[in-house]
């Protein structure tokens, strides 16, 4: 995101009777999106408002977004729950109401194995948080395991990720992260410090690539000065950087399920939830009581 707009004013959008031109687009554009997609978070749509040559991609643009969408939430132009905050989760307390109640939440909870049957193990790396609401969404049926870096994984992210896979053998890591200096080296990262401690998995960053962003007309920005990895970028990829959060939600959301797809034996899959289907019917006659046992 660069530093500063020309002629950007942030402006309250609702403090007149009427709205600025610019402001109404800017609006009537964040709720098609909201409308298409939604929970999102306020960087998902300022993203998706860049993508869409509606604004442009600098700071001052993204506080005009952040102040729109509070009033609009304000306002019940768009409900509250459209909008999401992950880093501000309030930490519940799981209760029920009685053992009824728990043996419900049970059923939903149980998942069979899928990973004895299927020919590679996969997991899903992403480079930010605030994609991993959609990432969830459309790997949970799958049973894949999402992992969220934040930019750069800490060594202990690293080492828990050797003691998963082992030497690597039969896994797979989708790799999802910004076309920048710094995305672009990470699956390099991965792969190196996963080595060191002697897992070699399978590593592919299947999104954000340079194809992506000719094919859908994603704006760039200039790559960061202070990246130490930006005359090797610059040198193989030219002087243009996109975030993830760039690319439509809907193209996301279909490039993770044939990622996935495409490596899993989806016969195997179907068989597994049968038997996962049969057997939470079972787990709620036994926490019931109805085998002529107690719950």
Known sequence: MSAACANFAIVSPFDAMSRHAK???????????????????????????????????CRTAYQAVSNLLVDARKDAIIP????????????????????????????????????????????????????????????????????VGRGYDGWDSIHNAAERFGDGADVTVLYFGDFDPSGEDMVRSLRDRLGELGSEPEIIKCALTAEDIVHHHLPPAMTKTTDTRRAAFIAEHGDRCVELDALPV??????????????????????????EAGEREQLVELLSGQNGNTA
């Open 23 to 57: 402001t109404q687009a800017m609006l009537d554009a964040a709720v098609e999106v909201l409308t298409e997609n939604n929970p999102m978070t306020v960087r998902q749509v300022y993203y998706q408002l860049v993508s869409r040559q509606v604004i442009e991609n």
């Open 80 to 147: 509250w729950d459209w909008i999401e905050d992950r880093l501000r989760q309030p930490r519940t307390v799981s209760m029920w109401t009685d053992l009824s109640d728990f043996a419900q939440t049970v059923q939903r909870a149980y998942r069979k194995d899928v990973w004895s049957t299927q020919p590679t193990m996969i997991e899903c790396w992403l480079e930010k948080d605030a994609l991993s609401g959609i990432f969830e969404d459309a790997l949970n049926q799958y049973g894949v395991t999402l992992n």
């Open 250 to 275: 809907e193209v996301l959301r279909e490039r993770i399920v044939t990622a996935v797809e495409s490596r899993m034996d989806l016969d195997a899959l179907d068989e597994v939830r049968q038997q």
